[in-house]
């Protein structure tokens, strides 16, 4: 009983902006002096990034609030540093707006004083912890005009390597990485930061039972959401979030629901199939929205949803045998602690989506 209120006190949920991915896109056109940035956050970093931008303290961004919100985005321009040949390049804010899914963008045209032969980006709004640690930025450095083939440089700034160098005089300088090989990170990073996604993974699981029907239950969930992951992330079929993120949260009260029903994971394949399905779109409703690099988007595809699966066995590889440990406790096979965690899982499933419906 003691172990089952331990549990549920770390998978109850508390208010968050669902499945931010940790990661921000920005195209940077370079046309002599002028360099214009068009940087594309999730809202709810950006609303952390700039915290007086939610005027009406609703927990969400609005059009208006972006268009007005020029003197609170200031301290994320200035995080948005830019230097050529040494001497900084002063940004200012063009415009800002919603996108589609969760997405915000903003533009910003930095001015040097005179055309640079080398370029240094970099991001100070790693500092202070207002961004996720696991946080990527990909940045694309283009020719006014010019198309996939023609990018000048491209890199990946993270709080660890907050700056990317740009030589712009023909040398071949140094990549400061592909962006395409963040993926896998990405996917990592995104399912351990997923609260929702392992707390179903945990329901999953928590009634025991053989390895193949374990596996079985697993494989399903991941054949689910890796072919709901490319409809979504290739444009085929986007649904809307609206009801992708409550339906997900009715998924995971549906799962801890059944437990008290079934002995073991034999035949749970037949319902993580579809359920995965639908929390493919929860992966992919960001990542979607950012976009993916030009010509290379099988490959990142492929390993962001290779990081899913990375960051899924990991998690598995520590919860498995701690259930199995605490099935021999006595206390934890008196008190039924699966049926106390089940229980758990529940209400944080109906807690999720009366969040996700009603803005809690």
């Known amino acids: ?19 931010q991915v940790g990661l921000s896109r920005g195209v940077y056109t370079v046309d002599g002096r002028e ?6 956050f999730a809202r709810g970093e950006l609303r952390g990034l700039a915290p007086g931008l939610d005027a009406d303290g609703d927990g969400l961004l609005g059009d208006d ?49 005179a055309p640079p032969r080398e370029l240094v980006l970099r991001w100070s709004l790693f500092e202070g912890g207002k961004l996720a640690a696991g946080h990527r930025h990909i940045a694309e450095f283009v020719a006014p005009g010019a198309g996939p083939e023609d990018i000048l440089a491209e890199g990946v700034l993270h709080a660890r390597a907050p700056a990317a160098t740009v030589p712009l005089d023909g040398a071949a300088g140094e990549r400061q990485g592909w962006p395409v090989t ?26 025991g039972g053989r390895l193949r029907s374990l596996v079985a239950v697993i494989t399903a969930f991941t054949l689910g959401h890796s072919l709901s992951l490319a409809l979504a992330t290739l444009e085929i079929w986007t649904p809307d979030g609206s009801w992708v993120e409550p339906a997900i949260a009715l998924s995971i009260a549906y799962v801890g629901l059944e437990n008290f029903f079934v002995a073991d994971a034999a035949g749970r394949w037949r ?14 409703g960001v990542l979607a929205e950012l976009g993916l690099p030009a010509g290379e988007v099988g490959p990142a595809l492929l390993l962001f949803n290779l990081g899913v699966e990375a960051g899924q066995l990991a998690v598995l590889a520590l919860v498995l045998p701690v259930l199995l440990w605490l099935g021999r406790l006595p206390a934890y096979r008196k008190g039924r602690g699966a049926r106390w965690i089940s229980g758990a899982i529940v209400i944080a499933g109906l807690a999720w989506f009366v969040e996700r419906v009603f803005g809690g």
């Open 1 to 19: 009983m003691i172990i089952g209120a331990c549990l549920f006190g770390l998978v109850v949920p508390r208010p968050t902006q669902a499945h």
């Open 35 to 40: 360099i214009a940035a068009e940087v594309t």
């Open 65 to 113: 609030e972006l268009a007005g919100g020029g003197a609170a985005l200031a301290a994320v321009v200035a995080g948005i540093e830019v230097t050529g040949d040494a001497q900084a390049c002063p940004g200012s804010l063009v415009r800002a707006g919603l996108t589609e899914e969760d997405g915000a963008v903003m533009a910003v045209r930095h001015v040097c004083a």
């Open 271 to 284: 319902i993580t199939l579809p359920f995965g399905f639908i929390h493919g779109f929860g992966f992919a």
């Open 182 to 207: 963040a993926y896998f990170e990405l996917g990592v990073e995104h399912i351990l930061i997923g609260t929702d996604h392992l707390v179903f993974l945990l329901g999953l699981v928590v009634v």
